[in-house]
């Protein structure tokens, strides 16, 4: 039985990332369910087709320049919703929401895809927005799911866990991405019955999955930050066989400021892969 492989990637502009996309969806390690954000379109303006001839469905929600998530997949999802299910969000920030929160469900496996805000600075509303959204976030699970489910939480969260995440932690400490107060929140959510699956098999130092366009060479020198993640509950993560970053998406002509993380999985394939 082959391995379901799944993906989370932030393409920063999905029709300014097609070439990339394309090389990545039809090469050996093609993933079976990759979850896209900051898709940057509206609904009308999403290249459906471009994924439907590389044999994959999509579901998505967008708007206009701004946030943007979707599912593609060789399969259909049984079941889809967008936004964070709570009733919070009302007029232009419902719009935002829906664009930043898409779950889809195959079989019994439940994938929750969110563009977390980034938060801008620790003194902007945008930032405690943002730690708003992770509390919400944890409701959400709470409210749907039960830990003994198969849930993966993944895409941009914007947050590095650790000082592993990032290179020169030391000067990041008041980052919006790195305060205390962010980090601490993300465990909290964890808390609930989540662990890190790519640290499960990439625990060492030099992991990133964002390289920042306005330092120069940073892939070259690995100045990044790992802040898209694949987290799962503890079925999903004992299936799990490998987790890694992508790193030549980052490298290829006009790429994403991130690249694909992917992870692979045993025993959960559902029918419908069974060809994969």
Known sequence: MSLLTIGTFNVNSVKSRL???????RGENAPDILCLQETKCTNENFPLAFF???GYNAVFRGMKSYNGVAVISRVTPEEYFFGLDDGAAMGPLKESEESRVIYARFGDLHILNTYV?????????DYAYKLNFLGRV???LERRFKPADKVLWTGDINVAPTDLDVTHPENKRNHVCFHKDVKEKLEDVKAWGLSDIFRRHRPGAGEFSFWDYRVPKALERNIGWRI???????????ASADAW??????AMEKPSDHTAVMASFNDMVKPGFNNF
């Open 245 to 250: 970053a992508v790193r030549e998406l980052r």
């Open 138 to 140: 944890k409701k959400l």
């Open 52 to 54: 439907e001839q590389l």
């Open 19 to 25: 070439p990339v996309l394309e090389y990545f969806l």
């Open 228 to 238: 898209d993640h694949i987290l799962g509950t503890e079925s999903v993560a004992k």
């Open 117 to 125: 805000p980034q938060g801008k600075e620790l003194d902007n509303p």
